[in-house]
C-alpha cells in the first residue's frame, strides 16, 4: 500500500518515545501529535475552514453518530465525509462499537459512581456473534450494528484511517466474561480486516487492543492482532481508574507492538496523560478535553489552564498567552473574553476553542522538539 | 467637524432615494445599508474580525447591555469599544433608553398580544424630569439613567455615532401622554446634545425624531430637532402595527429632515421595510432580523428565505446561493448545513448568521447601483 506509510524519524535515546511522519491520501500526521474530535462532522464551534487555519493535521470523527444523523449514505452520496464537510486534511473514523457500548454502560467515571447504566442502560439491546442490537438515541429505532455493517459505513465515509469494530466492556466486570469479550472482540476484529480488505479504497486500518485491566489479557490481544495485516494498533478498553495503571497498562502494552507502525491512545488526551503516555510510544491522542474544556471557560496556558470566567480577568486587556498566534490571542485579550462568556455569547465558545486546539498543536510541536533532541 | 461628514453622491430622479457616503473616523459607510446588531460587543455567533472579512460597514453596539456587563468604565480601560472588541470600522451605539423602556413595555408585537408589560414591567422603577430609575436585568440593582450619564456612558464607549437619551413611550398611549413624553424626550435629547458637544471626542450624534403614531407630533419633533446642531437624524419609537401605517408616517416625516444630513431607521431592518423605506430616503438601517433569523436556521437568498431544516435539504449538495462568496457558501453544502442544524453544532448558528450577514451587504450594494441608475 502506497497511499498509507508511517515513516520513523527519530527514536528518543532516553524513552521509546519517538518522532514519526504518517502519510495518507489527504496528506502528512507529524507524530505525536493531538487529534481535534469532531463528532458530527465539525469540532464544536468552530468550522473546518478555521480547524484547517491552526494546522491541526487528523480529526477524529464519530461513525455511531455520522451513522444516525445524517446517516453514512448521505455521506457518500456527498463524495465521502471530506467532501461533505470540506477537509482537505486527514480524518479517522471510529467503528460506532464505543458509543454504543458507552452510552450502555456509561463512561468509566459514570461506572465509578454508580452513573451511567441505569440512566441509559436500554440503549443496548442484545450483543451476539453477529453484532449489537442497539436502539437509536434519535428515533427509538433499533438499529444492528455488526462488524460488516461498521466497515460498510466507515466506507461509505472514507475517512483516511479506521476502525475494526469491537466491544468495549464495562470496567467491572468479571474475569471470565472478559474473556469472552476479549476473544468475540478478536473474531470482531478480523471480520473488520476482512470486510476493509475486500475493497480498500485507499484507507488504513488500525487494530483496537484490548483485554481490560487484565495484564495477560492485553499479551494476548497484542499477539492475536499482531498477526493479522492491520496499518497500526489503537490502545482502546477500559485501562483502570488512576493515571497509574493507565502507565502501568501502556508500559506493558507496547512493546509488544510493532515499531514499524503506528500506535493511538483511543479517547485520552488530557495533558497529564500526553506527557506519561508521549515517552511509552505513543504517536496520536484523540480526545475532546480541549475543546469541552474551552466550552467551558477553560483555557490551557503554558502556566497550566485558566478560567477565564473569574473577575480577575474582567480587566486584563493582555491576550491569553503572550507570543501565541492563534486567532483568539492575535486580535482579542482576556477580558474581552471574560466579558463575551460573561454575556453568554456564543462567539466565547468559538475563541475560547480555536486558542485551546491551538496550543495543542504547539504543545505536539514541542513534543516532537524534544524527542529529536533526546529530552524525552 | 472633519472628522464626520455625510456626502451626497447620487439623488435617484424617481424617488427620494439616494446614495450617499458617511465619512467617520474608523471609515466610510456607503449609504443606503445595512447596520449589524452587536449588542454586547460581537454580532452573535460571529466574531468581529469575520465580520470585519465579509464588509459590513457599519456595527450597532447597545449601550444598555454594555453599561450592565461588563461596564463601560472597563471598556474605556480598554481604550474604547473600538479597541475592547477589536474593530476598525465604524460603530453606532444607543443611548440605552429603547432597551430599558422595551424591556418595561415590551416591544410593540408583545404589546399588541398583550405581552411584556405584565412579563417584565417591574424593571422601570421611576420617569421623573431628571432620567429613568430602573432595576438591572443581571443583579437587581437600582440604576439611573439620564441624558448626562448615557452620554458619559457612550463617550467612554466612543463609538463613532452616538444617540441621545430619549424616551421610547408604548404603542398603546393617550395623545395627552404622548405629548408629554415627546417634550420630555425633545428636553432629554437638548440635554444630550449639550453633555456631548462639551467633549465632542470625534463622535457624531443623531437626534432621535419621536412622535409615536400621531402625525402633528412627528413633524413638531422635526421641527424641534432640525434647529439643533445634531449631525443626522435617526426615526424612532413606535410607528404603528403595519408597514403602510410605517410608509405613511417616513413619507411625512423624512421631507421634513435636511437633505444634507443622514437619516437612520432605528431597530427596522426587514426585507420588505428596507425595499419600501430606501425610496423615501433612509441612509441607514439596523436590525437583528438577519442574524436572529440564521440562528432559527432562516437563510436569505434572492429567491427568498429558505428554512435550512427542512428535510428537502438534506441531499442538495449545492451550496446555499449559487454564486455567493460568503465563507458559507464558498466552502460548505446545504447538506451540511442542514446536518449541523439536525445535529444541533454551534457551527450551524455562525454559517448561517455570515451568510445573512453578507447576504444584507449585497442587498445594500444592489439598492445603491440601482439609485444611481435612478431605478428606484
Not at 174 to 184: F, G, I, P, T
Not at 301 to 328: D, H, M, R, V, W
Not at 359 to 375: A, G, N, P, S, T
Request: hydrophobic share 35%; net charge positive; glycine share 8%.
Amino acid at each position: 500500500m502506497t497511499y498509507f506509510k508511517f515513516e520513523l524519524i527519530h527514536r528518543s535515546k532516553k524513552s521509546r518515545a519517538r518522532v514519526g511522519r504518517i502519510h495518507t491520501p489527504h496528506g502528512i500526521i507529524d507524530t505525536p501529535n493531538f487529534v481535534a474530535v469532531g463528532t458530527n462532522g465539525t469540532v464544536k464551534a468552530l468550522n473546518n475552514t478555521m480547524l484547517h487555519d491552526i494546522g491541526l493535521q487528523l480529526m477524529f470523527c464519530n461513525t455511531y453518530h455520522m451513522m444516525l444523523q445524517p446517516g453514512t449514505d448521505i455521506v457518500r452520496q456527498a463524495g465521502g465525509l471530506h467532501s461533505f464537510i470540506q477537509r482537505k486534511l486527514p480524518i479517522i473514523t471510529d467503528s460506532g462499537g464505543f458509543q454504543v457500548f458507552s452510552l450502555a454502560y456509561g463512561s468509566v467515571a459514570d461506572e465509578l459512581k454508580s452513573r451511567g447504566t441505569k440512566k441509559q442502560g436500554g440503549c443496548v439491546l442484545k450483543i451476539t456473534e453477529e453484532g449489537v442490537l442497539f436502539r437509536s438515541y434519535r428515533d427509538g429505532s433499533k438499529v444492528l450494528l455488526t462488524p460488516e455493517s461498521s466497515i460498510k459505513a466507515q466506507k461509505d465515509l472514507g475517512a483516511d484511517i479506521i476502525i475494526p469494530f469491537d466491544e468495549l466492556p464495562p470496567y467491572h466486570i468479571a474475569r471470565d466474561a472478559l474473556k469472552k469479550s476479549l476473544d468475540r472482540t478478536h473474531r470482531w476484529e478480523k471480520r473488520s480486516l476482512e470486510a476493509h480488505l475486500k475493497n480498500p479504497q485507499e484507507q488504513a486500518m488500525y487494530a483496537v487492543v484490548h483485554g481490560g485491566i487484565d495484564p495477560d489479557l492485553r499479551k494476548e490481544s497484542c499477539a492475536i492482532l499482531t498477526e493479522l495485516p492491520f496499518d497500526g494498533f489503537a490502545v482502546g478498553g477500559s485501562m483502570g481508574k488512576t493515571k497509574d495503571e493507565m502507565h502501568t497498562l501502556l508500559s506493558l502494552t507496547l512493546p509488544l507492538l510493532p515499531e514499524d507502525k503506528p500506535n493511538h491512545l483511543l479517547g485520552i488526551g488530557d495533558l497529564p496523560s500526553i506527557e506519561r503516555s508521549v515517552p511509552l510510544g505513543i504517536d496520536t491522542f484523540d480526545s475532546s478535553y480541549p475543546t469541552r474544556a474551552a466550552r467551558h471557560g477553560i483555557l490551557l496556558t503554558k502556566q497550566g489552564p485558566l478560567n477565564i470566567t473569574k473577575s480577575e480577568y474582567a480587566t486584563n486587556f493582555n491576550s491569553i498567552e503572550k507570543g501565541c498566534l492563534c486567532p483568539a490571542c492575535h486580535h482579542f485579550s482576556l477580558a474581552y473574553i471574560h466579558h463575551l462568556f460573561k454575556a453568554r455569547e456564543l462567539t466565547c465558545m468559538s475563541l475560547a476553542t480555536v486558542h485551546n486546539l491551538y496550543f495543542m498543536v504547539q504543545l505536539m510541536e514541542k513534543y516532537r522538539k524534544q524527542i529529536q533532541e533526546d529530552l524525552i
